[in-house]
């Protein structure tokens, strides 16, 4: 599945444009079927529908364990590294980790779970919470992991969306210095979720909670029953190649977050295929990805793709930055980590600290590079090339997103020539267009537009739980007969592409998708709020920050302590990853006179250039555009 050189990057890459059935065909043969498809591909993106492998039989999970059983069952799967670096780390092998996916499927099939069943996923990132996605995978059931820094609101919004009937979760989690509560915030979420029927519960931090007789259950003492049960195996469930896999939710530039829909067969292979060729993984390299499992970044590059390879994952629990801003290096060093993937905010944060905390590590394992989740800036590219890669690792700077549940635009490691700030060029099988306002694609190089894509890949998303339409609306309704990202692109000279950013209402602060209406709902629940504006600003560290302009004429005492009420709206809302970075109180925001605000107008002022606000003379009162800039943060 790797591709060797550029000239065969070329070549692989035209075939797949010429004859992309046969191209994935090829790349699927390199997976275990219980029976091979039908048809490859059918589709049109009207409605739209999309199935690959049509006919098709399989588990994902026989792909991740099973079949490295043979030849690699001690081949560490699993290298896991607690947030506290004087406890012990744990290794899982392809066998160990197969024997606990199996126990813990049995586990929730003794629970009442069956194929279909969507289950709730909320837990900290440790060996168990990846050992719960495969278990589901296993038995059929749909997962939807909700990230663990999302508030109880949140959560009860996706099991409810979802209909989940099984959640699975611990009583705390470490991070720094810091003990998260985990149990208590489903309980509060669970009030608003009759379809819950059974809540699992790890224990990790020993954090007291309250269990629920005949809804609450321990994770260890249900594994206990499976044991005296004496049967350890789990047959995988047979799956079709379009059965779904997972939901997993995210922001928009509208209302509620969508939960966006995997399937079995695609997924799998476009993962396992992105993985290995973009990374080129050879066996027994230790890779280390720093996502959490409760993102796509952690599902495609923690779970499925590389363990379909039979890839050796280290999954860390901590934070960056504890015990201090060398942990990163200290893991890389411990584990001999020969590819790295982070996120430009972290290297932004790391980098911040000074060189000091890299000195006397030994970083000489490292032979790959990786960067996900947000266009990386120059200064953190070089520094991430020279002060971690020592100038002798690639950067594979991948761009995708969770509804593309792969790389699409990425340099292939020691394949594709790099360039700081750039993507590079589509993976084979990708065809990115760059269109202007009207839909027009805008050919040739040395230009921009909106990045769409125009024939489908296996690992794309096939809809929006419950709503299909809100999936054509989204994404194929823009342009005619073409998926529409989101983000805007540059081409260059050479037909390199550069990620710009999002060109709808959704940030990306510290590489987390936040979409702006989502907070303004979060803000005016607040009493004394009328009503908000919520932009993005450029931030050092996180890319993005989130400033808020909001009109509150009957502050209840002090300003700053309404402020602070106001940030605690939003992280009982949504979670403390949406908080406000700055909040502005003002008199009125910029409308039009048919009520629209103008964002446009509030973007600038956010980002501090006022000297061109563009005109503002069909605002209905533009004298507010000039209080608005006098009180700017
Ligand atoms: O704007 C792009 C940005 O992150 C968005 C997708 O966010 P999410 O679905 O949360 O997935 C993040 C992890 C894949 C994209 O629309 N983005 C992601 N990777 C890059 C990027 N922007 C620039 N360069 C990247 N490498």
Redesign the pocket.
């Given at each position: 599945m790797q591709v060797k050189s550029f000239e065969e990057y070329h070549q692989a890459y035209q075939q797949s444009v010429e004859q992309p059935e046969q191209f994935w065909e090829n790349i699927a043969n390199n997976f275990q079927w219980r029976k091979k498809w039908d048809k490859v591909l059918e589709w049109n993106f009207k409605e739209p529908k999309v199935e690959w492998f049509k006919g098709a039989k399989l588990n994902i999970t026989e792909n991740c364990l099973d079949r490295h059983l043979e030849n690699n069952a001690d081949t560490p799967a699993i290298i896991w590294e607690p947030n506290d670096p004087t406890e012990d780390h744990r290794v899982l092998t392809y066998r160990q980790l197969h024997d606990k996916v199996c126990q813990f499927a049995n586990v929730l099939k003794n629970n009442g779970a069956k194929k279909g069943d969507r289950i709730c996923i909320y837990m900290p990132m440790v060996p168990e919470l990846a050992i719960a996605v495969l278990a589901c995978a296993r038995i059929g059931a749909v997962h939807s992991v909700v990230f663990g820094g999302f508030s109880a609101q949140s959560i009860a919004d996706r099991i409810k969306d979802a209909e989940c009937n099984i959640i699975v979760t611990a009583d705390g989690s470490y991070r720094g210095t810091k003990e998260v509560p985990l149990k208590s915030v489903i309980d509060d979420a669970l009030v608003q979720c009759p379809s819950i029927k059974r809540v699992i519960v790890l224990t990790r931090s020993h954090t007291p909670v309250s269990m629920i007789k005949g809804r609450d259950v321990w994770w260890e003492d249900e594994i206990k029953k499976v044991e005296t049960q004496g049967n350890p195996e789990c047959e995988p469930e047979e799956m079709d190649a379009e059965d779904m896999l997972f939901i997993l939710y995210?922001s928009g530039s509208t209302g509620k977050p969508k939960g966006v829909v995997h399937t079995c067969g695609g997924y799998m292979v476009y993962t396992g295929y992105t993985f290995s060729n973009a990374f080129q993984y050879q066996p027994g390299e230790i890779y280390f990805c720093t996502?959490d499992i409760g993102?796509?970044?952690g599902h495609s590059y923690i779970a499925y793709g590389p363990l379909s390879q039979g890839a050796t994952v280290v999954m860390f629990e901590g934070i960056p930055t504890w015990p201090n801003a060398g942990r990163f290096w200290d893991i890389v060093e411990k584990f001999k980590v020969n590819i790295l993937y982070t996120a430009?905010t972290a290297i932004r944060s790391l980098m911040s600290f000074g060189d000091d905390v890299i000195k006397g590590k030994d970083l000489s394992s490292l032979r790959k590079l990786g960067?996900?989740?947000?266009?990386?800036n120059e200064e953190a590219w070089h520094w991430f090339d020279e002060k971690i890669g020592h100038g002798k690792c690639p950067i594979v700077?991948?761009?995708?997103?969770?509804?593309?549940g792969g790389f699409m635009?990425?340099p292939i490691a020691n394949v594709t020539p790099t360039k700081p700030g750039y993507?590079t060029l589509p993976l084979p099988g990708v065809q990115p267009v760059l269109v202007d306002e009207n839909g027009k694609e805008i050919e040739g190089n040395g230009v921009s537009g909106n990045l769409c894509i125009k024939f489908p890949w296996p690992g794309m998303l096939r809809t929006t739980y419950g709503d299909h339409e809100r999936c054509r609306q989204t994404y194929f309704a823009a342009y005619e007969n073409l998926y529409f990202?989101?983000?805007g692109c540059l081409r260059d000279e050479e037909g390199y592409y550069r990620?710009t950013?999002?060109v709808d209402d959704?940030l990306?602060v510290s590489?987390?998708?936040i979409g702006t209406a989502e907070v303004e709902n979060a803000i005016n629940m607040h009493s004394s709020v009328v009503e908000s504006a919520v932009v993005g600003y450029p931030h050092d560290i996180k890319g993005q920050g989130v400033y808020a302009f909001v009109v509150s004429p009957e502050k209840h005492g002090d300003e700053e302590l309404t402020r602070k009420d106001i940030i605690m709206t939003v992280s009982r809302i949504i979670g403390p990853i949406a908080k406000p970075d700055k909040i502005q109180f003002v008199s009125g925001l910029p409308k039009t006179r048919s009520g629209k605000i103008m964002r446009r107008i509030l973007r600038k002022i956010a980002e501090g250039d006022t000297s061109n606000l563009g005109d503002t003379s069909t605002l209905l009162d533009p004298a507010v555009v000039d209080e608005i800039k006098a009180g700017a943060m």
């Open positions: 995210t996502a993102w796509i970044t430009p960067s996900v989740g947000e266009p990386i700077d991948t761009w995708w997103q969770t509804e593309t635009i990425s993507a990202t989101g983000d990620i950013g999002r959704v990306n590489g987390h998708r």
